[in-house]
Structures are given as C-alpha cells and as structure tokens.
C-alpha cells in the first residue's frame, strides 16, 4: 500500500516539474494510500514488538544486599 502511494505521489509532483498538465484529483486521494500503508507498518511493528515482549522471561527480582 505505501509503494502504491508513493508512486502515486511521484505521478502527482512529476507534472509540476515537467511543466505538462495537472493529473486528475484521484492521484491525490490515492497519495494517501502512502500514510495509510505506514500506519498499519508502524501497527505491525508496535504489536510484533509487545508480543516478543510478553514472551521474553521476566528477569529475576534483585537479590537483597548481604550485611556482613
């Protein structure tokens, strides 16, 4: 989704350098494709990382200083 996007917005600043006419108003609205596929990226990332977290052993509690 985020390469689809991106292209999409490539296609819309292209005209704007090549001095060629504007694309239709779709390409815009499929530039957010862009955001969308790097918030479901980040999502994935955020609960891949929680569950190896939930997975991980928990470390064991400090031990107590000795008094001698």
């Known amino acids: 989704m985020f390469l689809v996007g991106a ?3 490539l296609a819309t600043v292209a005209p704007l350098f090549l001095g060629t ?4 108003s779709v390409f815009s609205w ?3 494709l862009m955001g969308l596929g790097f ?3 980040a999502a994935r990332v955020i ?3 929680t ?3 939930r997975q991980a052993p ?3 509690p400090p031990s107590a200083p ?3």
């Open 7 to 9: 292209v999409a917005a």
């Open 21 to 24: 006419e504007p694309l239709p």
């Open 30 to 32: 499929v530039c957010m």
């Open 39 to 41: 918030l479901i990226a």
């Open 47 to 49: 609960r891949s990382a």
């Open 51 to 53: 569950a190896q977290r």
């Open 58 to 60: 928990s470390p064991s």
């Open 66 to 68: 000795s008094a001698t």
